[in-house]
Structures are given as structure tokens and as C-alpha cells.
């Protein structure tokens, strides 16, 4: 069976125990722009995303102009590490869905340094539907 190409991840990224649990860090400075990370993900009704232990790790989803749009919520559940990069107000990684290929794509939005933690927005949508505020 060909399962295509491997997909890429930066040789300096690390999952490490942090303050929030896990979180991904870099032993490699990584320049502005530059890839980080491509991950796979799985495509599921937002319905059974509601296990506790699961909600907060899953993206929502907007259907592409090019995809055929499904009923009801959609959320995707992120492979590889893309599930745990924590949350920064000011962030260094961002991430985009590339429907082409079937992605999630996580990139550098300034250098980032040794030892720094990867981190994305979750958007205040995120913290709202938990009733909290954006953290500072």
C-alpha cells in the first residue's frame, strides 16, 4: 500500500511537561515563516466531541468553498502534535487547514529560539464557550 509521503516536522520540535500539562517547544531556532509542523486529522460530528476528556482538543471546522459542506457542526481532532500547542495572547506559531492535502499546517509567525514553547491563539471564541476570559 502507498501511504505517500512522510509528513514533515522541524527537527528541533519537542513535546515537554509544562505548566498547562504538555506543550511543544523547539531546541532549534526556527525562522519567522518557516514550516513547523504537518499533521493529519480526522473529521467527526462536533456531537461526539462531547466527552469531557476530548472537548478541548478539537478545532472547529469551516467547510472549504471546494468541499462538499456536511449537516451540523463539524470539529476536526488533530494527529502528530498539532493537538497540544497551548495558547499564548501573543503567539509564535499559527496553523491553517491546507484542503488540498488534507492538513493541518502549523508555521512560524516571528523566530523562534531555543528552548521557547510553540504556542497558537485559541481564539476568544474558545475561552468564551467556557465562560472564561482570554488569558492575559
Known sequence: MNQGAALYIHPGVKVRPCAWG???????FIKAGDLIEECHYVKLPRAHSQNPQLQDYVFQLQWAANEAPREGEWVALVL??????????????AYHREVARDLFCYHALRDIHPGEQLCISYGEDWWMSREQGVPA
Open 22 to 28: 504538555y506543550g511543544v517547544f523547539t531546541d532549534a
Open 80 to 93: 502528530g502534535y498539532g493537538m497540544i500547542y497551548n495558547h499564548a495572547r501573543e503567539p509564535n506559531t
